[in-house]
Structures are given as structure tokens and as C-alpha cells.
């Protein structure tokens, strides 16, 4: 079992940056792949982005490839979601996930385990 907990939401302007950071407690991280998801006000829980077991690949939803970056310090069991060129359409609340799992998963319903989630504001 494993506990997320996100951190470094806040409010940022159209064109800034954000890097979201999520910690794990508990055992085996290394055996997770991890995702990031968001939830905006009205709207389903959609998928941002993964990333396997040892960090060398990685899966993005269109609308933020070539905007946001994951990555994952297993020597921290933390993830990591680097965002820049952030749109007033990327304002929602940020989850993290894990499961334990060979493959990258991009489904909500694939992962079983979540984070309480952090705001992120983008103005205009």
C-alpha cells in the first residue's frame, strides 16, 4: 500500500510555471507507475500524464505535450510534474497515482491508488 500526498499548486499567470511534487510513503515505490490526472470545476477527472517504474518512459495527454514534464526520483519516492506555458485552460485540481504495474496506464479507473489533490489556478 502507499500514501500520496501533492504539493505546489497555487495561482500562477497565463504563461508561467508550476512544478507540482507528489510523496509517497510506504514500500516498493519503485514497483508503481505513477500518473498525474486533473479535475476541473463541471468536469470529469481526465489524464495528464505517466511514467513507468524506472522513469525512462513517458505518456501525455495532447493538450499539455511539450508543456509539462514528468518525472520520478525513486531515491525520494516522489514524482514530479514540471508545467510551464500554463493556459487559463489548465486551471483544475492535480492528482497523483499509482499502481502497481508494468505498463503505463492512462485510465482513471486503472489506478487504484490517489492523492488528496492541489489546486492550480492560471489567470489571464
Known amino acids: 500500500q502507499v500514501q500520496l500526498v501533492e504539493s505546489g499548486g497555487g495561482l500562477v499567470q497565463a504563461g508561467g510555471s508550476l512544478r507540482l511534487s507528489c510523496a509517497a510513503s510506504?514500500?516498493?515505490?519503485?514497483?508503481?507507475?505513477l500518473g498525474w490526472f486533473r479535475q476541473a470545476p463541471g468536469k470529469e477527472r481526465e489524464f495528464v500524464a505517466a511514467v513507468s517504474r524506472d522513469g525512462d518512459s513517458t505518456n501525455y495527454a495532447d493538450s499539455v505535450k511539450g508543456r509539462f514534464t514528468i518525472s520520478r526520483d525513486n531515491a525520494k519516492n516522489t514524482v514530479y510534474l514540471q508545467m510551464n506555458s500554463l493556459k487559463p485552460e489548465d486551471t483544475a485540481v492535480f492528482y497523483c497515482a499509482a499502481r502497481v504495474s508494468w505498463q503505463l496506464l492512462s485510465g482513471v479507473g486503472e489506478y487504484n491508488y490517489w492523492g488528496q489533490g492541489t489546486q492550480v489556478t492560471v489567470s489571464s
Open positions: 510506504g514500500r516498493a515505490f519503485s514497483m508503481y507507475v
